[in-house]
């Protein structure tokens, strides 16, 4: 269920920043416990009392699900790694060892949005073992970590330490997970080996499978993948998306536009 779509969601489009935290602070109300990490994320609250309080959201034990996650550790994690500020990067690393998937996937990922080298440990840490221990959990619908988040955050960290204990997941039998291994060592090495794994990736029959290699192209700024991505056979939006993403990271190598630049441009604005 969406934040929208919810009673307490409605009405927290109305709080202050001291509701927020106020409300997050209490200890009656999981529902609203966990709105009101999510409003301080959503908008971008940068207040040292809401940062504090969502980091001690980080080791909650009240709010649980039916099969025991942490549904408000998700929520701060999510909202921390929103608001730009590095000092909650220890309670982050700390959150990669929680017993729930889902805290460990957001931690992950606001680890990559923080950028701070000092989670580089943690997350290769949970590839221990290489590819032969990432198997699926018998009956359970995910990984036995949330290798996608962790590779992408490796990637984007600059964890050339990283480079041997990646490249195994490029042969994973979870096309995401080879996806996000391809993205990561594209990062670390620049060879085009990697980005040229994500061409051909935006061919795939499953249109899920092609929408993650667009946003993976579209995140490595991978200058070869623009005529592909105007071709996929994908959302318009999410194309222009993945072009956004090529486009910024070709601007900020030169100093004028180029021919690149106004090629990228164009099959945007062909796709508007």
Known sequence: MQPSETPVAIAAESWTTEQ?????????????????????????????????ALIEALSDTIDRSPGGGYPLRRNAAKALGKLGDRRAVPALIESLTCSDYY???????????????????????????????????????????????????????????????VRPFLEHDVPRVCFAAARALYQLTGEEQYGDRLIAALGAPELQLRRAALMDVGAIGYLKAVTPVAETLAENSLKLIALKGILEHHLAQIDDLDEAAIDIMTQMDNLL
Do not use: C, M
């Open 20 to 52: 927020a935290i106020a409300n997050l602070q209490q200890t009656d109300d999981p529902s609203t416990r966990y709105y009101a990490a999510w409003w301080l994320g959503r908008f971008r609250v940068r207040d040292d009392r809401g940062r504090e």
């Open 103 to 165: 805290v460990r996937e957001s931690a992950a990922q606001a680890l990559e949005a923080l950028g701070d080298a000092r989670a580089i440990p943690g997350l290769l840490a949970l590839l221990e073992g290489g590819v032969e221990a990432a198997v699926r959990v018998p009956g359970k619908p995910h990984l036995v970590q949330p290798y996608d988040a962790i590779l992408e955050a490796l990637g984007a960290l600059k964890a050339t330490d990283a480079i041997e204990p």
